[in-house]
């Protein structure tokens, strides 16, 4: 006998006199547990996208839509290569990088692929000297970036995947996706065929999660040759030196080019934002609703139990137990339903995020150890907090109360 | 073993004062078997309450072998029950959903005492007061005599000098009401103290000396000779 088997052998007895406040406390874990996992995944989603387009202004054709530029399926809209050179000669303030894609489905290994034409930076720079522009170095005004300016391009072929431009790039070469390489058996140095002409495959990008493992890169003019779709592009990737540089650029792009339509990547993903931030402050408001309706319910249960086990407790302090013991074994009631509600809420709230992640957000949620720690231990502090007040309470009962008739 | 000076103690109720226990003196020696009748209401359990130390006067003193006991802070007044004063409870008070056994642990257990030496007390107690085939039972799975033995057992574990009995006779049979009677007998001459508060005119009869209550107050102390001499 310990106050432990104490505890447990009254629960066991009669669990449903603890089950409304151990639902209340698993309900809020729950909600608690699935907001906050589909939250951070989500975020991490947004991060990772705005990081894998890497462009903070992307300039379309006016018909195409956002998704268009996601699932990579511009072939139908373009652009004119020249605006490239417009944007480039007006050296706009904050402009780091430009990229020009045009995109067209292929097929390698008989699987179908999205080849897409990009123009290496080497480029840019020889065009620069040849039209006497000095190469993105309008910095804007009050730019905190220190990066912000002239570049060296100096960058592995690799570096395509995170930095999303390439410094060389001949003709006759290609850069493949992970996903190319793997179901194409492709390795560097061996050539990929496309559309009847053989490329050699510079590199093999990293994987990255996104669409870009089923692209092979190629030069934007071989592309261009190859489908003789002219001097085309599909889109103009934008990389300014921070936000701030982004937001004024938009309105002078809007101007320069008025056949195109230029949007900022955090208006891309600014429903998404915007979904997160209010889901950032409703797990606040679970949090909230938690500490006040499972707190009162706990507190409720406890001083409930207190009062029925009056005459228990006045026995159990005639045998000569101590106010403080009384008082931990109150609190002990309160921590089984606490720890039962809050490890089941976090296994349901999983589940739920799991399920929804997928279905609303769309994100793949794993367990989150630390957040998951965090909560329990919020439950826990919250069901404490509350039975601190009934489980004194029950510590100051009158002995006498051993000596009442039932 | 116990002396009360000048103790008053007072209920107050809306306004209303009840004069629950007043005495000048009573003094209650060891060994003694003492008795305590009156009608409902006249005091008995708040005599027996302040007794134990459950309950304070509002005025005199509770010497209980020599310490004032409640000049004693809290605690040290919850261990000289522990270890000195054994309770019965005319309902038994046995915690419903522990078992015999279980039920006989938990002072041992407010003692601290280990887990084997619980589990071997117990059982000992139990087999000594005839339930050795009982100690899984529940108290509902008990006959009201069966409770009352469990409960004396529990009563007796960690060996109290002193035994506060309320009513223990009450609610039970003739024949459980005797088996209990016997065994208060035995731990009279086993060298212990009985309080016992009894509305039971034969249970009355066994103590060594009667005290009469009426509205808290003792009506001359009236001393038997012991009849079951030892
Ligand atoms: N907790 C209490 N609050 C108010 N009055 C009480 C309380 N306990 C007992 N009394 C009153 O004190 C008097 C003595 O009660 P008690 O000692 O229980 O009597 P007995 O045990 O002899 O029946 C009664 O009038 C009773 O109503
Ligand atoms: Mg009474």
Same mark, same amino acid.
């Given at each position: 006998?310990? /106050? ?39 975020? =991490?989603?947004?991060g ?93 005004d ?43 058996? /492709?390795?560097?140095?061996?050539t ?7 490329l ?86 679970? /949090? ?20 029925e086990? =009056? ?16 008082? =931990? ?20 709230g ?54 009442q008739?039932? | ?15 209303q ?20 009748v ?10 027996l ?12 003193n ?80 008990l ?53 016992m508060?009894t ?32």
């Amino acid at each position: 006998m310990n /106050l432990k088997t104490l505890v447990w052998r009254e629960l066991a007895e009669r669990p449903s006199a603890m089950f409304t406040s151990t639902l209340t406390i698993l309900l809020g874990v729950t909600a608690l547990v699935a907001i906050r996992h589909v939250t951070v995944f989500s975020e =991490r989603e947004v991060g990772q996208q705005l990081q894998s387009l890497g462009a903070n202004v992307l300039v379309l054709p006016k018909d195409a839509t956002l998704q268009d530029y996601y699932s990579a399926d511009l072939t139908a809209r373009t652009l004119p290569e020249s605006h490239v050179s417009s944007i480039l000669l007006e050296n706009l303030a904050g402009v780091e990088r430009i990229s020009p894609k045009l995109c067209v489905s292929a097929k390698v290994a008989n699987r179908d692929v999205t080849l897409t034409g990009i123009l290496p930076q080497s480029e840019f720079q020889a065009k620069a000297a040849w039209q006497s522009v000095s190469l993105f170095s309008n910095k804007h005004d009050g730019c905190k970036k220190a990066a912000c300016g002239p570049k060296t391009y100096d960058a592995a072929p690799e570096t395509l995947a995170s930095q999303r431009t390439i410094d060389q790039l001949k003709g006759n070469e290609a850069v493949i996706g992970a996903d190319v390489a793997e179901f194409s058996a /492709l390795r560097i140095g061996q050539t990929v065929e496309l559309f009847g002409e053989k490329l050699k495959v510079l590199a093999v990008l990293p994987r990255t999660g996104t669409v870009d493992d089923s692209r092979v890169f190629a030069h934007l003019h071989t592309v261009q040759r190859l489908t003789n779709a002219g001097e085309v592009v599909n889109a103009i990737e934008v990389m300014s030196c921070c936000e701030d540089a982004a937001g004024g650029l938009v309105p002078r792009l809007a101007e320069l080019l008025p056949d195109a339509k230029v949007v900022t990547i955090s208006q891309v993903v600014s429903t998404q934002v915007g979904i997160n931030r209010l889901m950032s402050q409703m797990s606040l408001f679970v /949090l909230g609703i938690l500490a006040i309706v499972g707190g009162a319910s706990v507190a409720s249960t406890i001083s409930s139990n207190v009062r029925e086990r =009056r005459r228990e407790v006045g026995t159990l302090m005639a045998l000569g137990a101590t106010p403080s013991l009384v008082t =931990r074994m109150f609190l002990l009631k309160a921590w089984a339903l606490g720890i039962v509600g809050a490890v089941g809420g976090s296994v349901f709230g999983l589940i739920v995020a799991v399920v929804l992640g997928s279905q609303w957000a769309g994100v793949t949620v794993k367990p989150l150890p630390d957040l998951i720690a965090l909560s329990i231990g919020a439950a826990l502090v919250i069901t404490t907090l509350a039975a601190l007040w009934p489980a004194r309470s029950a510590a100051k009962l009158d002995p006498c109360y051993c000596f009442q008739e039932v | 073993m116990f002396q009360l000076q000048d103790i008053t103690k007072v209920y107050r109720k809306r306004q209303q004062e009840v004069v629950a226990f007043k005495a000048t003196s009573l003094d209650i020696g060891f060994g003694e078997y003492v008795a305590i009748v009156g009608p409902s209401g006249s005091g008995k359990t708040t005599l027996l309450s302040m007794l134990g130390g459950m309950l304070s006067p509002d005025s005199g003193n509770v010497w209980f072998e020599g310490e004032s006991l409640y000049d004693l802070p809290i605690n040290e007044r919850t261990q000289r029950r522990r270890e000195r004063i054994g309770f019965v409870f005319q309902t038994f008070n046995l915690v419903p959903y522990l078992t015999a056994l279980e039920n006989v642990q938990v002072p041992l257990f407010l003692r601290g005492a280990n887990k084997a030496e619980q589990r071997d007390r117990a059982a000992a107690l139990l087999e000594q007061v005839g339930l050795g085939n009982r100690i899984e039972h529940k108290p509902s799975e008990l006959s009201t005599g069966q409770q009352q033995r469990v409960a004396l057992a529990r009563m007796l574990a960690n060996n109290p000098r002193l035994i506060l009995a309320d009513e223990p006779t009450g609610n039970l049979d003739p024949d459980s009401r005797e088996a209990v009677l016997s065994m208060f007998d035995n731990f009279v001459r086993e060298g212990r103290t009985i309080v016992m508060v009894t509305h039971d005119p034969v249970a009355a009869a066994r103590a060594s000396r009667r005290l009469r209550l009426n509205d808290g107050m003792l009506i001359t102390p009236e001393t038997i000779p012991n009849t079951k001499a030892a």
